[in-house]
Nanobody
């Protein structure tokens, strides 16, 4: 079974930066799209950014201009700049398979606080 493993979360001050990484033991060729989602306490999980197998990207309005999603052969990254307290939450890596299934990572905590 495909596994996704996130890393890079932590505590950062407002205005700071963090880079999240999501690694698969196989290859991202098994996915037609990858994405990052986040869930804050008491809120629903929301889309942050996506990237397709051909490199097309989309961002939530709340992070556009501050976050950048990218991918390599087996890793999808999320560079987060100018972080705000409202960016706090558990960030999850997601992969959509060519057959329409989805795979989720375990999540990594991001806390933006002074």
């Amino acid at each position: 079974q495909v596994q996704l493993v996130e890393s890079g979360g932590g505590l950062v001050q407002p205005g700071g930066s963090l880079t999240l990484s999501c690694v698969t033991s196989g290859s991202l060729l098994q996915f037609n799209a990858m994405g990052w989602y986040r869930q804050a306490p008491g809120k629903q999980r929301e889309l942050v950014a996506t990237i397709t197998s051909v490199g097309s990207t989309n961002y939530a309005d709340s992070v556009k201009g501050r976050f950048t999603i990218s991918r390599t052969t087996n890793t999808v990254n999320l560079q987060m700049n100018s972080l705000k307290p409202e960016d706090t939450g558990v960030y999850y890596c997601n992969g959509r398979t060519w057959r329409g299934g989805t795979t989720w990572g375990q999540g990594t905590q991001v806390t933006v606080s002074s």
